[in-house]
């Protein structure tokens, strides 16, 4: 009989996570934070020095939100910080490949995302309305990427992502870090908001 195979990671806190029954003692926002800032956003096809990190992109996501929800609770704003969370694990595939995947993809993305917020003082599963909220502000966080470092035209960038407001996007412009200081400043951010809950 074959022996089962291997269905968790060990992280670099020591913590084992099993990606088919996450538990929210075995996440550590180090490992989340530090794993986040080595994984590239659009399969690493941007300009710069540097990959542009979903690291990079949560935090870019997490202040977009803030501008368009300045009303919103911290936890809200936590949750938009931590929206691509379970990539640290199980890495940043691109919508086509998603697709691909099938519906399997998403029920992972699920169990880790509930398993985080968990951990981290927030539901298991935050409000709809919330979750739109934050997936607005990921669009726009998808032009900027892609006008200012993906080489899509504006108008290709209207087309896929929606045209955002002015005054949302108003003197944000995505300058690439290496990926410690992009990890510090995730790990920053995340203790800063959890304080606030």
Known sequence: ?????????????????????????????????????????????????????????????????GRMQPESPPRWRLAALLHDAPEYVIGDMISPVKAAVGPSYGALDERLTAAIHLRFGLPAQIPVSVKKQIKRADKVSAWLEATQIAGFSEAESNKFFGKPKPEVIDGLRIHLRPPVEVRNSFTERHTTLLARL
């Open 1 to 65: 009989m074959a022996k089962p195979a291997r269905a968790w990671q060990r992280m670099l806190s020591g913590r084992r996570l099993d990606l088919l029954d996450p538990t929210p003692v075995d996440i550590e926002i180090e490992d989340i934070a530090h794993g986040l800032a080595f994984v590239a956003r659009w399969n690493g096809q941007t300009r710069g020095d540097f990959p542009y990190s979903v690291a990079e992109h949560s935090l870019l996501v997490e202040e977009i939100f």
